[in-house]
C-alpha cells in the first residue's frame, strides 16, 4: 500500500493494530463473540457456535446490533 500524505507516519499508523475488547455470550443458545456498545447493547463480530440456520439469519450478521442484559 502506498500513501501519499503530508501527516508524519506515526499518526497516520498510530491506531493501526488495536482493537476494541470483544467478549464471547451465548444468546438464546447462539455462542457469539461481541463488541460492547453500552449499557444493554453488543455489536456482533462473528458466530462461534448455535445451530446452523442461525448462521442464515440477518439479526445475527457480523455488524448487527443486539439488546442484552447480562445475567449476573
Known amino acids: 500500500m502506498t500513501l501519499h500524505t503530508v501527516m508524519p507516519l506515526e499518526a497516520v499508523w498510530e491506531k493501526q493494530g488495536e482493537d476494541a ?3 464471547e455470550v451465548r444468546i438464546r443458545g447462539i455462542l457469539m463473540e ?4 453500552d ?3 453488543v455489536q456482533v463480530v462473528r458466530l462461534l457456535d448455535g445451530p446452523l440456520d442461525s448462521y442464515l439469519d440477518p439479526s445475527y450478521a457480523p455488524g448487527s446490533i443486539i439488546q442484552y442484559a ?3
Open 21 to 23: 475488547p470483544t467478549t
Open 34 to 37: 461481541v463488541k460492547p456498545m
Open 39 to 41: 449499557y444493554n447493547r
Open 70 to 72: 447480562p445475567v449476573s
